[in-house]
T-cell receptor, first 110, second 115 residues
């Protein structure tokens, strides 16, 4: 029940395309859903986050879509660029205890 | 402003030994959290410290411990090392407590290898 299932494990997208990464959870007590971006040799960096009272949040080319009834949320990267190539982690938090998805390795083809 | 720094960056230990990792948060940040990252288990939350007090703890055995000093610097200790403790240990800091109320900034991590 504490798991956050992330898919796909890896993703290849053409430059300019849309990258979509999905996550699902079971625990309805989760109240904060962040996405992190991690480049090789670096620590993760917070990309964008959403709370369950909002169905969508957009920041630049990055959008989180949140479906509370389905217990799913996704990250959309519009106009994907080679510089977006990284590993992306979704996460869910309850009372500041955070559970991460296993990560998606995204590669954008130039 | 300097980012989160972690020392050492790389460490090799043998089974049964103990290890201490250090984290210096961004100046002015009072909250420090620790995470373990492995290929198999991914990113896992270890614990969070705020104002020298452990505020939250993940599901790790008692061999994993930490502390925070009055200047907000934090140390993490792992005793009786096991092969499975080989991982990247990440530290993150934020101004206030709670990752859902404030942005966390991660350091580059300490790569621990247990032989």
């Amino acid at each position: 029940q504490q798991q956050v299932k992330q898919s796909p494990q890896s993703l290849i997208v053409q430059k300019g395309g849309i990258s979509i990464i999905n996550c699902a959870y079971e625990n309805t007590a989760f109240d904060y859903f962040p996405w992190y971006q991690q480049f090789p040799g670096k620590g993760p960096a917070l990309l964008i986050a959403i709370r369950p009272d909002v169905s969508e949040k957009k920041e630049g080319r990055f959008t989180i879509s949140f479906n509370k009834s389905a217990k799913q949320f996704s990250l959309h990267i519009m106009d994907s660029q080679p510089g977006d190539s990284a590993t992306y982690f979704c996460a869910a938090s309850e009372n500041d205890k955070i559970i991460f998805g296993k990560g998606t390795r995204l590669h954008i083809l130039p | 402003k300097a980012g989160v720094t972690q020392t050492p960056r790389y460490l090799i230990k043998t089974r049964g030994q103990q290890v201490t990792l250090s984290c210096s948060p961004i100046s002015g940040h009072r909250s420090v959290s620790w995470y373990q990252q492995t290929p198999g288990q991914g990113l896992q939350f270890l614990f969070e410290y705020f104002s020298e007090t452990q505020r939250n703890k993940g599901n790790f055995p008692g061999r994993f411990s930490g502390r925070q000093f009055s200047n907000s610097r934090s140390e993490m200790n792992v005793s009786t090392l096991e092969l499975g403790d080989s991982a990247l240990y990440l530290c993150a800091s934020s101004l206030e407590a709670g990752m859902s109320t404030d942005t966390q900034y991660f350091g580059p991590g300490t790569r621990l290898t247990v032989l």
